[in-house]
């Protein structure tokens, strides 16, 4: 059940976790390996963020196109979600985070489901980070889903806004992302979050998802803070 608490102040950073795959080839391990040490790469970077001036910290955990990866790695990565959220929720409460879901549920196992439930409920009082996990995410689904709630003739861009955080549980209307990093050397946003990337800044690093610290992390706030972001205006204007 959700709370509607307003979201912490702060930045909202999404992160496309990539690399995990091969950061486990180059070791001769396989890709589930990979996952595991992405997953434990998690913790730190979520107890580091409000610290970091990170309000909203969204992670791209499994997208729609995830299921066609082989069976095997499918369930060890929804394996992996539900324990991370069942050893992380009392953390998680303990340390102010609020954890909510994005995305489709009718397709994941029901003990995932249970779990998710249950950490939304018990972090639900939160108010120092909202952490957002997009569990079976797609942005275009979620725009189109949205776009079914809207009126054609009358409803405008809140409206949608409001209907995208509906579709993909987020309770409250579609956040705005201010810093997007994606790590593992790629350059693409993966159907992630494209409505509420509109005017993010894109940080890339080569660095695979297992590797990726607090430090690199606090360095791309760094950086994002020296951006001059006009939002279509001119400096002097916003
Ligand atoms: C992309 O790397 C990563 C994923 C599809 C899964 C992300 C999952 C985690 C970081 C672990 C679990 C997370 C939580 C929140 C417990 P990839 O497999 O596409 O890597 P590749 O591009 O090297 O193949």
Same mark, same amino acid.
């Given at each position: 059940?959700?709370?509607?608490?307003?979201?912490?102040?702060?930045?909202?950073?999404?992160?496309?976790?990539?690399?995990?795959?091969?950061?486990?080839?180059?070791?001769?391990?396989?890709?589930?390996?990979?996952?595991?040490?992405?997953?434990?790469?998690?913790?730190?970077?979520?107890?580091?963020?409000?610290?970091?001036?990170?309000?909203?910290?969204?992670?791209?955990?499994?997208?729609?196109?995830?299921?066609?990866?082989?069976?095997?790695?499918?369930?060890?990565?929804?394996?992996?979600?539900?324990?991370?959220?069942?050893?992380?929720?009392?953390? +998680? /409460?303990?340390?102010?985070?609020?954890?909510?879901? &994005?995305?489709?549920?009718? #397709? $994941?196992? !029901? %003990? @995932?489901?249970?779990?998710?439930?249950?950490?939304?409920?018990?972090?639900?009082?939160?108010?120092?980070?909202?952490?957002? +996990? /997009?569990?079976?995410?797609?942005?275009?689904?979620? &725009?189109?889903?949205?776009? #079914? $709630?809207? !009126? %054609? @003739?009358?409803?405008?861009?809140?409206?949608?806004?409001?209907?995208?955080?509906?579709?993909?549980?987020?309770?409250?209307?579609?956040?705005?992302?201010?810093?997007?990093?994606?790590?593992?050397?790629?350059?693409?946003?993966?159907?992630?979050? @494209?409505?509420?990337?509109?005017?993010?800044?894109?940080?890339?690093?080569?660095?695979?998802?297992?590797?990726?610290?607090?430090?690199?992390?606090?360095?791309?706030?760094?950086?994002?803070?020296?951006?001059?972001?006009?939002?279509?205006?001119?400096?002097?204007?916003?």
């Amino acid at each position: 059940m959700q709370s509607a608490s307003l979201p912490p102040t702060g930045l909202h950073v999404a992160i496309i976790m990539d690399g995990n795959g091969r950061w486990a080839r180059a070791r001769g391990w396989p890709r589930e390996w990979g996952h595991r040490a992405g997953a434990r790469a998690v913790r730190p970077v979520v107890e580091a963020a409000p610290d970091l001036g990170v309000g909203i910290l969204t992670l791209y955990a499994f997208s729609s196109d995830n299921w066609q990866r082989p069976r095997r790695e499918v369930d060890a990565l929804l394996g992996l979600f539900r324990r991370y959220l069942l050893a992380e929720t009392e953390e +998680l /409460a303990r340390n102010g985070v609020r954890l909510q879901v &994005l995305g489709r549920r009718d #397709r $994941l196992p !029901d %003990p @995932l489901v249970q779990a998710i439930e249950g950490a939304e409920g018990v972090t639900a009082g939160g108010d120092r980070l909202l952490l957002r +996990l /997009a569990v079976d995410y797609s942005s275009r689904e979620a &725009l189109t889903a949205a776009a #079914r $709630l809207c !009126d %054609p @003739l009358h409803s405008g861009r809140e409206d949608l806004a409001q209907a995208l955080g509906r579709v993909t549980h987020g309770g409250g209307p579609a956040m705005d992302v201010d810093l997007l990093v994606r790590t593992g050397g790629e350059q693409r946003l993966s159907d992630f979050l @494209l409505w509420e990337c509109a005017y993010a800044e894109l940080h890339f690093t080569p660095t695979m998802w297992p590797d990726f610290t607090v430090e690199e992390l606090a360095a791309a706030v760094r950086e994002f803070r020296t951006r001059d972001r006009r939002f279509g205006r001119i400096a002097s204007a916003v």
